[in-house]
């Protein structure tokens, strides 16, 4: 059913706060009721009756709603955001086969390139959380224009860079541009599709990224053998130029403020200040005319007369960068103790996925004598399990949901989607075991391969079903919560690059991967502690939140 409704009174009625957050329309106020989405449903008689009708705010009644899209509109926004993250997965790891001639060319040692690398990794993860709050307050469509304008200008002068100075700073750049659709992304498939839809979705947008640690080695080689390390450089700059055309000319924005609490709550205190600055003129204004002697009124009429903002007057508070403050919804999203864990497991995931695309390059290259397009060719293995984990994973999740909502007569909650990794648990551990003595033992390169699709698909198979459960558990602030989860992730895979090297020189791939599977095990302990205490931990989290709104 789709409501028409006036659009004044859903801004005079709603109040943003989290998903206890509801918008009251009155009978008077539904003029007529269509819908297309199966948990917003609402009898006859509801309408008919005096019983107002209550929307969370992920349901707010807005105009031209993304969620109503036809499958071709929305095909085409996950087809153009799918291709975003893929670059912005192949700038991390592109560069690889070009860095021995780089250190040659710009005179550059180990340490430098290393450098260069692990500071990507940590921008790219933690840049989000400034794209997340702009975009919530100006829209997903000028976020993804100036964070791809960026990244061009970025590629473009390290192509041209002759010093590795300006290519290190040159890269952070690049990896602030490329930040944004990690956190885009995911809030933009947040706008256009329901949560029984979004885990499928979800992971047919991840398996893009998942790529990069896998095609970046072999573009970055052909692009070297037959060019240059230029080359690499200027192709990601074809690329970008690309992209920011489709986002220009295809891409039609998602966001609306009406379903962001971000939003919501930073124009509820422009309000604020409004109201209390036209009562004190007010104030002042009746104080001169008891002064007078003219239209006296007694204070007790004043504080009988509240100040209200017509329709009008709220239309023209306009929002800008400068009322941007990401602070307050990151520490509100790292704060909720269901997400905790999550992150945490999140980061984890990364750091293993980081460290086996790192570390599998030097032990290819030593003990197989590969060079990088062969090495590109293994883990290519890695990379197709990755995306058939994520694609997979994702419907499975969405289907898991299903049927527990169906079970539960009709009503779901974000953490039945959780019950869908159980699957991948007992797997997990055993392929990383298996692949830390294969490399050890330097067996078949056949048993490398099947080792590396086995962890890329099972950990994408996780990851993906964690990353919508963070987007179903974050109502309205989809897009800080996926910048959160990027930022925890970064910094683990920051750590993961950092220690990698000399923690396989020192215990050996053997000992190295005998310890991450220990913390995968504590990784999926995490899960399933959120999967049985989730729910009561958010529901205290949202009244908490929903009580410090009130005390305002």
Known sequence: MRYHVIVHSCIEHFTPMAESQSTSLSPIEVLSVESHTDTQLHSPSSILSNEPIKLDIEHAVVEDDPRLWSNTKKTAILFIISGASMFAGLAANIQNPANAEIEQQLHASSGDISLSLSLFILIQGNFPVIWSAIGEIKGRKLVYLLSTALFIIGSAIVAMSKTIGLVIGMRIVQASGSSAVFAMGAATLADIYEPHQRGTMMGVYYSAPLLGPSLG???????????????????????????????????????????????????????????????????QNISKSEVGGENQTTSKDIEAQRTVIPASAIKDIKLSIADVNPLPAYLSIVGRKNNVPILIASGFILGLTFSIAYTSARTLSMYYDYDALMTGLVLLTFGVGSVMGSILGGRWSDRTLTRLKAANGGISFPEMRLESTKIAMLWLPLSVIGYAWVCQEQVNIAAVCVMLFLIGFLTAWIYTITLAYIVDANTGRSSMAVAANSSVRGLFAFVAAEIAVPLQDTIGDGGLYTIWAGVMVVVECMLLLVLYKGRKWREVSVEREKQTVDAK
């Open 217 to 283: 080695p072999i573009f970055g080689g052909a692009l070297t053998q037959g060019f240059s390390w230029r080359a690499v450089f200027w192709f990601l700059v074809i690329w970008g130029g690309i992209i920011f055309l489709a986002f220009l000319f295809l891409f039609k924005d998602t966001f609306r403020k009406e379903r962001s609490v971000t939003y919501q709550n930073v124009l509820n205190s422009r309000r604020g200040e409004q109201q209390s600055s036209e009562a004190k003129d007010e104030s």
